[in-house]
């Protein structure tokens, strides 16, 4: 006796699941490609890469530009999200530099050639913000307060005694 072929069902079965298979994990992969990690708010970020803000508002995009020292820095608003902003700038990848998010999504930063600074990530603050002894302290996370250079926190607690001082 010989045996049967399989029947044709079986075989569409057969030839149909291994892909499936393949086409799930492309899936995974793409998705894993294309969502960033979201950072909590506070979390120091160091390195360049792509980040998405703790609300999930905003993206950070830090990306070392080809043959040279400086960094690009782009901040726009994540897909799908209504009136979305964006805010792009250079900064130099040679100094120490650093960025974290608030827990309403605004981006604080430092870099030697730019100082401290912020930019608000919704449409209505989306405004690039240097930061000094003139203001724009408020509400700055105490993670990056602290990675400040001394300088920096010197400036800080200039302005902080001078709004302790100008308080009734």
Same mark, same amino acid.
């Given at each position: 006796m010989s045996p049967q072929p399989p029947s044709e069902p079986r075989i569409r079965f057969l030839t149909l699941v291994p892909i499936l298979a393949v086409l799930i994990? %492309?899936?995974?992969?793409?998705?894993?490609?294309?969502n960033a990690p979201r950072v909590a708010a506070g979390q120091l970020i160091r390195e360049t890469g792509v980040y998405t803000a703790p609300g999930g508002t905003a993206v #950070? *995009? %830090?990306?070392? #530009?080809e043959g040279q020292d400086r960094i690009s820095v782009d901040v726009s608003a994540h897909p /799908?999200?209504?009136?979305?902003?964006?805010?792009? &700038?250079e900064i130099d990848g *040679?100094?120490? &530099? #650093?960025? *974290?998010?608030?827990?309403?999504?605004? %981006?604080? /930063?430092?870099?030697?050639?730019?100082?401290?600074h912020s930019v608000g990530t919704t449409p209505a603050a989306?405004?690039?913000?240097? +930061? /000094? +002894?003139?203001g724009g302290w408020a509400g700055i996370?105490?993670? #990056? %307060?602290q990675a400040l250079p001394a300088?920096?926190?010197?400036?800080?607690h200039e302005w902080r005694a001078s709004q302790d001082t100008a308080a009734p």
């Open positions: 994990a %492309l899936g995974f992969v793409w998705y894993a490609r294309n #950070l *995009t %830090l990306r070392k #530009l /799908g999200t209504p009136e979305a902003s964006s805010a792009s &700038w *040679t100094q120490p &530099w #650093l960025f *974290t998010f608030d827990a309403d999504d605004k %981006l604080w /930063g430092y870099s030697p050639d730019q100082g401290p989306n405004a690039f913000t240097s +930061i /000094g +002894i003139h996370p105490e993670p #990056l %307060l300088e920096s926190r010197d400036v800080y």
